[in-house]
Each structure stands twice: as structure tokens, then as C-alpha cells.
T-cell receptor
Framework: AQTVTQSQPEMSVQEAETVTLSCTYD???????LFWYKQPPSRQMILVIR??????QNATENRFSVNFQKAAKSFSLKISDSQLGDTAMYFC??????????FGTGTRLKVLA | NAGVTQTPKFRVLKTGQSMTLLCAQD?????MYWYRQDPGMGLRLIHY???????AKGEVPDGYNVSRLKKQNFLLGLESAAPSQTSVYFC???????????FGEGSRLTVL
């Protein structure tokens, strides 16, 4: 079965500090895309960052970066210089084929002032 | 820029009632999806469509029906609502390939 596991249901971090959210997945596919989505209290789902499995270089978007370990099937998200606006639920997801995305259960992140 | 629009945003139903959620996208996307979000369970795929006139079952399709008569619209129907269908429903769309999913704002449905 193709699955995504986020083992940290809740996390907190002090403002301006760095936090890493973990994600592991399982698939027999060799090529796929991985994503991190953010869901703030407004409920709107927003794409944070995307990684293509065939690219060895880790994706970065401003304060957000990933540590992609394909052999270990691990895709963690690092948030640097955390801001209060980063408080949200974060979902890891991947698309192992053409149509269906698989989502994890989410990590609720709270940034403390 | 409307993007993906869901209506209604909130609805309360009694057990056994029927209703339809409408999803409309103005980005000419081929693929459209309906998810439900429940606490501790992430997003689970109900049904999806890979093009106008096509639909397919997702992970949790029981109790729901869908239609995609027009490319820009994807309807989710509940014929006889049950309390287990109390949830937040999200519609999403994307272009072909492996692009970003664009989500609607969600629709909170409560079945009493």
C-alpha cells in the first residue's frame, strides 16, 4: 500500500527558531512528486514546497527547505526563522502515479511568541 | 482570480436529507478531486475526475455520488446524509502531469 506517515501530531517552536517536521512514505514507484501543504486556521490549503523524486537537489522556498532522502523514503520540512504566521497544520503528500495524491495525517505546528 | 470556488461554505442537514456541493474552477484544469477532512485522519479522497464526463472512486466513496458534466464543475452529492458524513469537504483541481493541487476554501457539513 502507498502511504504517508507524519509521526509528529503536534509541535511547537519559539519565534525565530528552526523546526523540522518529519514525513516518511512508502511506494514502489521510482518517479513521483512530493509536497508540503500548509493549512492555517483560515482552512485554506496552500502549497509550501514541492520536490521531484528524480532530482537529487533538495528544494528550497525562502525560509522553507526539505531534506529528501529517496532511499530512506523520507521527506522532512525545515522551517527557518519561524514566524507567528507559520502557525498551521502541515500536510505531507505525494503522487506516486498520475492521478491520486496521498496525504499524511498532518502535524499541527504552533509558533510561540 | 477566483481559482476554485465551493458552495455552500456551511450546511446543516438532518439524517436522511440530500444535498449537493458544487465545485467550480476557472483555470481550465483537467483533473478535479473531492476530499473529506476529519480530525486525525488527514485528507481522504472521495471521488475524482480526469476530464469532462469522467469520474472515478477514491478511498472513501460510499454514500457519495459525483458528476462532471462540464469541465469547470465537479458536483458532490449526498443522497441520504448520515451523521458519519459530518466533515469538512475540500474540492481541488490541477492540470495534467504532476502539478500543484489548487484547493477551494472547504465546506463544513454537519449531519444531525
Amino acid at each position: 500500500a502507498q502511504t504517508v506517515t507524519q509521526s509528529q501530531p503536534e509541535m511547537s517552536v519559539q519565534e525565530a527558531e528552526t523546526v523540522t517536521l518529519s514525513c516518511t512514505y512508502d511506494t514502489s514507484e521510482s518517479n513521483y512528486y512530493l509536497f508540503w501543504y500548509k493549512q492555517p486556521p483560515s482552512r485554506q490549503m496552500i502549497l509550501v514546497i514541492r520536490q521531484e523524486a528524480y532530482k537529487q537537489q533538495n528544494a528550497t522556498e525562502n525560509r522553507f527547505s526539505v531534506n529528501f532522502q529517496k532511499a530512506a523514503k523520507s521527506f522532512s520540512l525545515k522551517i527557518s526563522d519561524s514566524q507567528l504566521g507559520d502557525t498551521a497544520m502541515y500536510f505531507c503528500a505525494f503522487i506516486p502515479g498520475t492521478y491520486k495524491y496521498i496525504f499524511g495525517t498532518g502535524t499541527r505546528l504552533k509558533v510561540l511568541a | 482570480n477566483a481559482g476554485v470556488t465551493q458552495t455552500p461554505k456551511f450546511r446543516v442537514l438532518k439524517t436522511g436529507q440530500s444535498m449537493t456541493l458544487l465545485c467550480a474552477q476557472d483555470m481550465n484544469h483537467e483533473y478535479m478531486y473531492w476530499y473529506r477532512q476529519d480530525p486525525g485522519m488527514g485528507l481522504r479522497l472521495i471521488h475524482y475526475s480526469v476530464g469532462e464526463g469522467t469520474t472515478a472512486k477514491g478511498e472513501v466513496p460510499d454514500g457519495y455520488n459525483v458528476s462532471r458534466l462540464k469541465k469547470q464543475n465537479f458536483l458532490l452529492g449526498l443522497e441520504s446524509a448520515a451523521p458519519s458524513q459530518t466533515s469538512v469537504y475540500f474540492c481541488a483541481s490541477r492540470t495534467g502531469g504532476t502539478g500543484e493541487l489548487f484547493f477551494g476554501e472547504g465546506s463544513r457539513l454537519t449531519v444531525l
